[in-house]
């Protein structure tokens, strides 16, 4: 098993409506959970991060955690054309050879239509 | 403030050479990650530097290395190159180490793509 899972997609969505991009962790005991974002040919940049269960607003996006599902999730309301990137999941390791590494999932590929 | 910075940008090498790959973090930052990226496998951790210090590695061979400088900039080396070791090599800096003031933000340089023929 994969320590961070995403759905590879690519996810498409026409403009205006709500992208749901989706991550599963194996760490049962990992605390902290973020999203970065990576424009083709540029480097990821962190959008979003999340520590407690529940759901973490910032602007048109929302993190939602669940520890004792493994699950963490990123939904982009009234999305934008320029909001097509990949989103790329990542958790810092709380046990084990795991320690204090950033592992990142495959990525998403989410491309906004007009 | 400067961001993280990388050189060379791009570059060429054939199987067998080794390379040598340079990262200046943000000033302040003592934590130096690096990561390869690749379209089938992703980022992928090779190693976290701070003070000097390796405090993590990935499960890449041991022709993967690194080292951080007193300034913390840091370098990354690959020896007998292969084919496969073609890729996006990306340095990131973050301030601190887990459970030493580290918030999971890393900054990243724009990355050094290696070829290998």
């Known amino acids: 098993q994969k320590e961070v899972e995403q759905n590879s997609g690519p996810l498409s969505v026409p403009e205006g409506a709500i992208a749901s991009l989706n991550c599963t962790y194996s760490d049962r005991v990992s605390q902290s959970f973020f999203w970065y974002r990576q424009y083709s040919g540029k480097s990821p940049e962190l959008i979003m991060s999340i520590y407690s269960n529940g759901d973490k607003e910032d602007g048109r996006f929302t993190a939602q955690l669940n520890k004792a599902s493994q699950y963490v999730s990123l939904l982009i309301r009234d999305s934008q054309p320029s909001d097509s990137a990949t989103y790329l999941c990542?958790?810092?390791?709380?046990?084990?050879?795991?320690?204090?590494?950033?592992?990142f999932g495959q990525g998403t590929i989410l491309t906004v239509h007009p | 403030k400067a961001g993280v910075t990388q050189t060379p940008r791009y570059l060429i090498k054939t199987r067998g050479q080794q390379v040598t790959l340079s990262c200046s973090p943000i000033s302040g930052h003592r934590s130096v990650s690096w990561y390869q990226q690749t379209p089938g496998q992703g980022l992928q951790f090779l190693f976290e530097?701070?003070?000097?210090?390796?405090?993590n590695k990935g499960n890449f061979p041991g022709r993967f290395s690194g080292r951080q400088f007193s300034n913390s900039r840091s370098e990354m080396n690959v020896s007998t190159l292969e084919l496969g070791d073609s890729a996006l090599y990306l340095c990131a800096s973050s301030q601190g180490l887990a459970g030493v003031g580290y918030t999971g933000e890393l900054f990243f340089g724009e990355g050094s793509r290696l070829t290998v023929l």
């Open positions: 990542a958790v810092v390791g709380a046990g084990g050879t795991s320690y204090g590494k950033l592992t």
């Open positions: 530097y701070f003070s000097e210090t390796q405090r």
